[in-house]
């Protein structure tokens, strides 16, 4: 794929040529044409949110089903994941920009023995866009990190990422901890990642799974203003 790619042209592309060469670009870790991708649909007016899902969020998509088949190795994985963060990054700040009031405060970071983060960069992102402020602790998080997190930034709402399997039980290990030390009902504990579901959110003690940073974005807010409600009441 990548040999045709010198004669391409982006800019020259309609929009429905653009989407699927950005997500080949991709899948081939092409950081540069990635990037140059987001700025033409940016130039063009697409709003952030709608680059972030249709050209970066669809175009992983397809790398996480090759990976899974054996079709893709871990080194053009990381490639791809490097591409996807450079359009990401470019994002980020429009998608913080929409001057919305402040929400609420999070915590977020993916589980111990775990280090993928793209997804919780995603959600870091959408949640800044919608007025929260997020603390992104990163990877490999052992449950301290997480409570020293919460403390130090006096946040509303906890927020766990785990991308496999073996990492996802670490979850459980958080809120049973949490609720050992007196301090679980303080936090709104949300969990998320591709392995994840509703029933496995509910069984360890989670308030909500999310399957993905809109619906994390909506849960929260929800969340926040029943708690605010309930405050008031009693
Ligand atoms: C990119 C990737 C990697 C990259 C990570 C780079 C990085 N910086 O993140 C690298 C190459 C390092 C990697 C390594 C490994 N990976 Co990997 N990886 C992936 C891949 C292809 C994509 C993940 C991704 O970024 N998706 C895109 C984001 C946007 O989606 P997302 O993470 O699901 O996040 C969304 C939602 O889940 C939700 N969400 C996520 N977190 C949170 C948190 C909260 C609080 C909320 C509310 C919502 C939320 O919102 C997000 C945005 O919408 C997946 C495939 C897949 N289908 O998921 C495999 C996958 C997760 N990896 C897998 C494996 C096996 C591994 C390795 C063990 C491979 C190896 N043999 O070494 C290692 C593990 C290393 C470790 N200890 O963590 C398996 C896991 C299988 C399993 N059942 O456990 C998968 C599923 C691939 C597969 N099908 O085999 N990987």
Known sequence: MADQEDDIVLAELPDEELIPQMHDDLYDGLKDEVEEGVYILLDRGW?????????LVAGMKVVGDDFRDGILFVPEVLLAANAMKGGMNILKPLLAETGAPRMG????????GDIHDIGQNLVTMMMEGAGFEVMNIGINNPVEKYIEALQSFEADILGMSALLTTTMPYMKVVIDTMKESGIRDNYIVLVGGAPLNEEFGRAIGADAYCRDAAVAV???KSLIARRHNQATAG
């Not at 709003?47 to 050209?55: D, G, H, Q, S």
Request: aromatic share 4%; no cysteine.
């Open 47 to 55: 709003a952030p949110y709608k680059v972030l899902t249709e050209a």
């Open 105 to 112: 405060r999070m915590v977020i970071g993916t589980v111990k």
């Open 218 to 220: 909506e849960t929260a």
